[in-house]
């Protein structure tokens, strides 16, 4: 089966069925997603900003990545949950949706700049864990905190550009309806 | 009163500028958002530092002295651009009760962390979870778990009468 038909499959399935009929659980399910990518990214941008020598460098890179890795990744599994869901309910017109790709992209990007860090530029860590980053890690800091900034930024455009593949009832304000 | 006010606001010349220019409302949410990250992680890093979990080769006045400015510095974002986005959509925001109850706790939440910064902001013990009392850590992972509904209440505006049913305000 091509892509759009598994896409259609999971618009047809139960889960996209109770998830559509019950606008309960979808303020639930956003604001935990909200809240995960939140994490996500702060904790991303203390590191980042430690690799970019801010506010020092003199406190352990090793240390404070350690410290914050198991936020990141746990905030990052529940975002993903979450993201599926978000998906699931709506998921024809998402697949459509240029800022929807453009956010998978961008996710898939900050995946390789973490995947190289951590197996090319991290691995000399012992050199430089208490003291000035190299350029290279720098680079990855400055690269990891644009692609994030981006892929809130494009996250909060897929809200007023996708459109609804059902309908929405008249006492619920959704963003797409701002405006008109 | 708060809804003919709205009303009123809604007319206004800013308001219609945010409306008709629909680019707006997107960016200032956006910004917005990213702050809702800077603000919630300088929170939770402090909190943490509380519990004993980050930073206990530190003091709590190294780790205050990071992150309070940051949590300052968003919030004061976050109010502008909240601001502006509630003239550009005054009647929706008035008449949500997420919104009145999102105010009410960041205004607490605001308090708070004012209050606790004053209080335990002295404290340089490096590593010595001690100097908390149980209470002081109950009060810090409160925070954490105030601002969690503060971020669950703005995104409930959308769904006001789903979420509040007959004490939706409009």
Known sequence: MDLPGIVQLIHDSALSEWLRSSLKAMPIVEAIHVMTAATVFGTILVVDLRLLGWPGTKRSFSRLHGELVRWTWGAFVISVITGVLLFVVNSVTYYGNTAFRLKMLALIFAGVNMFVFERVTGRDVAAWDTGPTPSSARIAGALSLTIWVSVLFIARWIGFTKGYDFSIPDNVNLDLNFGQ | MF???????????????????????????????????????????????????????????????????????????????????????????????????????????????????????????????????????????????????????????????EVWGSLHLG
């Open chain 2, 3 to 161: 809804l003919d006010f709205a009303r009123a606001l809604g007319g206004s010349s800013l308001s219609i500028w945010v409306q008709s220019h629909l680019w707006v409302t997107p960016l200032l949410q956006s910004i917005h958002i990213v702050m809702i990250g800077v603000v919630f992680v300088a929170i939770l890093m402090i909190t943490l530092r509380v519990l004993g979990r980050v930073g206990t080769d530190e003091t709590f006045a190294a780790v205050w002295n990071r992150f309070s400015p940051w949590m300052w510095g968003g919030i004061g974002v976050m109010a502008l651009t909240g601001l502006v986005l509630g003239i550009g959509e005054p009647v929706r925001e008035a008449s949500a009760m997420s919104f009145w109850l999102k105010m009410s706790l960041i205004v607490i939440g605001i308090l708070s962390a004012l209050a606790f910064g004053r209080s335990m902001r002295p404290l340089a013990y490096v590593g010595d979870t001690q100097q908390f009392s149980g209470g002081a850590k109950a009060v810090a992972a409160g925070t954490v778990v105030l601002w969690l509904f503060i971020i669950f209440l703005g995104r409930a505006i959308a769904y006001d009468v």
